[in-house]
């Protein structure tokens, strides 16, 4: 008998990377999970185990920096009285929810990816993916309710309508609600949660063909990922645009008066509108680098407009969680204050100088209409 038939040898071949013509990506795959893999997963030979290793090993990585971060910044701004806002409610809330999308979902990958495939199970696999759509959907909208109290405070200025702590904690039950309902739509027969291409995570089916499945995805995509979306590019615009205009009749204030400046030298050096332009930017950015790659992929499968590869699910999975890592830095690090406190409580961790910011990026509460004064949270 030759060794080329030899089931032993067709294993190492399948570890070392030489796959024969009859191997799948499936073929791993525990029976009980058969009938929730799409047909369209069995035309592609398995990935590399390097693959898997690395998504492992990053998600792993991943995860112990977000549990990390987010719990610092939820000790620190639950803690600190005077970091108890309205406004950091919602930072803390937008904490939160990746603090528990890593709990729930970076050890069940990382256990899936030294297997290769999925093998915790159908029920395990439709709890990962409503985590995902849980938490995922609840950090989008906080992160939108927070782009829209800072429009309200900044554009709107003396006329705004100041956020309460029972408006704060109205919004978040809203926001949780929402997710809760998007969550739950799968297991009621809107489409449903299955494995991903790479067999190792499981999320929304968009494969099916029918068009109740394929409404869920649309319908998803138009509240969960273009609404927010253009919510917080319309935020931002015009509270930079405000910025701006603010100082501009700064600039010219201070030659009224005959001064340099109506700042101090270490605040003349980089104007406010410079610096939340660059927060702006960088916000719109990392979000759109973050949920952009699963929506591409998620069109690409209900409008069949091209081959999604096992390979490409990878990196939905990657990006999107990448999120819950940045987020502390973008929400939490970049709050004056909060890095105050953290120099206190946590001298070792902290990695950046502190500075005279004249605009508190995370509580959003400076009034450019008003004289000017460092923000307060």
């Not at 799409?38 to 035309?43: M, N, S």
């Not at 709107?156 to 609600?177: E, H």
């Not at 995805?217 to 701006?244: D, E, G, H, K, R």
């Amino acid at each position: 008998m030759s060794v080329m038939g030899d089931s032993k040898f067709i294993a190492w071949a399948a570890q070392r990377g030489g796959y024969g013509p009859n191997l799948t990506v499936v073929d791993k795959v525990p029976s009980d999970m058969l009938h929730l893999v799409d047909a369209h997963w069995y035309q592609f030979a398995p990935m590399n185990p390097l693959w898997h290793g690395i998504l492992g090993f990053v998600i792993g990585i991943l995860g112990v920096i977000s549990v990390i971060g987010n719990g610092m910044v939820i000790y620190i701004f639950s803690s600190t009285k005077t970091l108890r806002t309205p406004s950091n409610l919602l930072v803390v809330n937008l904490a939160f929810s990746d603090f528990l999308m890593m709990i729930a979902m970076s050890p069940a990958m990382v256990i899936n990816c030294y297997y290769e495939t999925w093998v915790l199970g159908p029920l395990m696999c439709e709890l990962y993916g409503m985590a995902g759509s849980l938490f995922g959907c609840g950090s989008i909208w906080t992160m939108t309710f927070i782009a829209l109290d800072r429009y309200n405070v900044i554009v709107k200025g003396l006329s705004a309508q100041p956020l309460t702590k029972k408006t704060a904690m109205l919004r978040i039950l809203l926001i949780w609600m929402m997710a809760t309902g998007w969550t739950i739509a799968p297991l009621f027969g809107w489409n449903r949660y299955v494995p991903e291409g790479n067999m190792t995570a499981c999320g929304t089916d968009y494969l099916t063909k029918n068009w109740l499945s394929r409404s869920y995805i649309l319908v998803y995509a138009m509240f969960v990922y273009f609404t927010p979306l253009c919510t917080i590019i319309y935020s931002y615009w015009f509270i930079v645009q405000a910025v701006a205009a603010h100082e501009k009749s700064m600039r010219e204030q201070a030659k009224k008066m005959n001064v340099a400046s109506l700042r101090t030298s270490e605040a003349a050096q980089t104007s406010a509108e410079c610096k939340l332009a660059k927060i702006a930017l960088m916000t719109i950015a990392l979000w759109f680098f973050a949920w952009t790659p699963y929506l591409v992929t998620n069109f690409t499968g209900i409008f069949e407009g091209g081959k999604i590869s096992p390979l490409a699910t990878i990196w939905c999975s990657l990006f999107a969680k990448a999120n819950a890592v940045y987020n502390p830095i973008v929400y939490g690090i970049s709050h004056p204050k909060y890095r105050q406190v953290l120099l206190k409580k946590f001298p070792s961790l902290m990695c950046a100088t502190e500075s005279d910011d004249s605009i508190s990026t995370a509580s959003a509460v400076t009034n450019v209409t008003t004289d000017e004064k460092p923000a307060t949270a």
